[in-house]
């Protein structure tokens, strides 16, 4: 019964990491595409001859708070999460690796209980 209980939970964390690490993956590239539009808040350049004024200042005020909103979400908060993924992962891997020597460990024993029992016949 035990040994059951333990391969259902090896076998939900080989599942819970196999899905950590397409979240990761597509979180991974989801960051390269955040990063790579960063452009667009620029866009379109606004010169002093096509833009002035209180509303102009007010404008590149706002480009500008989104600018370091957008760092900071890029660079530190998506940054974190992937560390915090990859923090995780290992975790998981670890655990997977000690339950999987614990099922091999029960299961031999399991054998030499059933080889010994038939000996004894």
């Excluded at 500008?64 to 915090?84: E, P, R």
């Excluded at 995780?88 to 339950?99: A, F, G, N, P, T």
């Amino acid at each position: 019964m035990a040994l059951d209980i333990m391969k259902v939970d090896l076998s939900m964390k080989k599942e819970f990491l196999a899905e950590l690490k397409a979240c990761r993956k597509e979180l991974e590239k989801d960051k390269t595409e955040f990063s790579d539009s960063k452009k667009t808040i620029t866009e379109p350049q606004l010169s002093s001859h096509t833009w002035q004024g209180s509303l102009a200042d007010s404008f590149d005020r706002i480009r500008g708070l989104m600018k370091t909103a957008y760092n900071d979400i890029s660079g530190k908060q998506l940054s974190d999460v992937l560390s915090k993924i990859d923090e995780r992962i290992k975790s998981l891997q670890e655990d997977i690796h000690s339950l999987s020597q614990e099922v091999r460990s029960l299961e031999k024993k399991i054998e030499n209980a059933k080889r010994e029992a038939r000996d004894k016949e």
